[in-house]
């Protein structure tokens, strides 16, 4: 990178709020969480120079487009500002961070907002799931599914199971665990949901199937969010530091990595008869990511949060993170490693499935967990320690891929 970034702060809306009910909508939620992250920061609007948005359907689901220009209304200071939008699906926060980062790097600006949003919580779930299957090869693919993106990913788990064998009991470990955390994290959106031992069985009254096997405690939740990061230069960063007496320099992005992929599944899927990762563009954008952070291993990591849209795709993660060999992924389960108080903690926050995904917002949400575990500042589901922690983002079926490492420097 030509100028390191850092990362001021920010702030994110309860994940468990339903603003249609409350009389909210995008322009709202905006303004409070932008006043708030300013605030939180120490920063008036006036120093931030850009702003960049992740979002993938405000269009669909809210009838609203241009949301540049509702951002820019969240403050007098804004009334110009340059707003660029990003779309990835549920990569989109990422897309917006990392055109942040090319704003810092450049030299464009000194400090840059990062806001990812989505309002999905205001039609159907099956409106809801028709607006989330544009994210596929429409007329292409998913044609026998009800829900698609279960279906998608129904596909994938059976694919593994082929090549690897695959217990289901582990996938079920991991929604566990994920809403177990999420328990701790007062921005999550499940943290006041009560759980027995049924609800990760295969009980088809107190967990039932979605399509095939993947289970509804497997699925992210449909929600209503949005986060707010705020992004410098290095000299921004000290200057700021000085005018809050702060002693210790701010948390860097040491490390980031992109790419993608193709968008109909089948074309990603390997044969199966064939070993190794599943899907290798995946294992190397983490490994850019680690690389340019100076990490030869993901070990190095104190924490990792990463895309559990479904179980299945944050058991994928283990592997091509290469914390486990393809295959093996149940071993870092079965041990505790994933667990808070565990070798290395996935999804402290609750992740996607715990904690809420609201589409755009979620490559943001994950990279201000990230920020709050390296601050100190995650309370309850904080790892003791962190110093280092990985992100990974992706949208559609691995078609858009990001990966993030935070960290004291």
């Not at 177990?180 to 088809?204: G, I, Y």
């Not at 860097?252 to 193709?262: D, F, H, N, P, T």
């Not at 201000?368 to 922690?389: H, K, N």
């Amino acid at each position: 990178m030509s100028r390191q970034v850092y990362v001021l702060g920010g702030a994110q809306s309860d994940f468990a709020r339903h603003w249609q009910r409350e009389g909210s909508d995008l322009a709202g939620e905006m303004q409070r969480l932008v006043q708030t992250a300013l605030a939180d920061c120490g920063l008036a609007a006036a120093q931030v120079e850009a702003a960049h948005i992740g979002n993938f359907a405000a269009e669909l689901f809210c009838g609203q487009g241009l949301l540049g220009g509702l951002l820019a209304r969240c403050d007098p200071a804004w009334s110009e500002i340059p707003v660029m939008r990003h779309e990835a699906a549920c990569a989109s926060g990422s897309m917006a961070i990392l055109a942040a980062m090319a704003s810092i790097e450049s030299g464009r600006a000194e400090c840059v907002c990062v806001l990812g949003i989505e309002q999905m919580r205001n039609v159907t779930g099956e409106q809801a799931a028709q607006h989330l299957a544009t994210a596929a090869w429409q007329g292409h693919e998913g044609q026998p599914a009800q829900f698609l993106w279960p279906w998608m990913f129904e596909q994938i788990r059976q694919r593994y199971s082929q090549q690897h064998g695959l217990d289901d009991a582990y996938l079920r470990r991991i929604a566990e665990i994920n809403l177990s955390n999420a328990k701790l994290n007062p921005w999550a959106q499940t943290r006041d949901w009560h759980w027995q031992a049924e609800h990760f069985s295969v009980d088809e009254q107190f967990n039932p199937s979605v399509e095939g096997q993947i289970r509804r405690r497997e699925c992210a939740q449909i929600s209503d969010g949005c986060a707010v990061l705020f992004i410098c230069s290095a000299a921004f960063a000290e200057q700021h530091a000085r005018h809050l007496g702060r002693t210790r320099p701010f948390p860097a992005i040491l490390g980031w990595g992109q790419r993608s992929s193709v968008l109909p599944l089948a074309e990603k899927l390997p044969a199966a008869d064939q070993q190794g990762l599943m899907f290798p563009h995946l294992a190397r954008t983490i490994a850019d990511a680690l690389g340019r952070a100076g990490l030869s291993s993901a070990w190095q990591l104190d924490a990792i949060e990463t895309h559990d849209c479904f179980s299945i795709s944050e058991y994928l993660a283990l592997e091509h993170f290469g914390l486990a060999p393809a295959g093996q992924g149940w071993q870092l389960i079965e041990d505790g490693s994933i667990e808070l108080g565990g070798r290395l903690p996935v999804n402290p926050s609750g992740g996607l499935i715990g904690g809420g995904h609201p589409v755009g917002a979620s490559g943001v949400r994950m990279l201000l967990d990230a920020w709050r575990q390296v601050e100190g500042q995650a309370g309850g589901y904080q790892v003791e320690g962190a110093r280092r922690v990985g992100c990974l983002n992706f949208g559609g079926s691995f078609s858009a891929v990001a990966s993030f490492v935070l960290g004291a420097v």
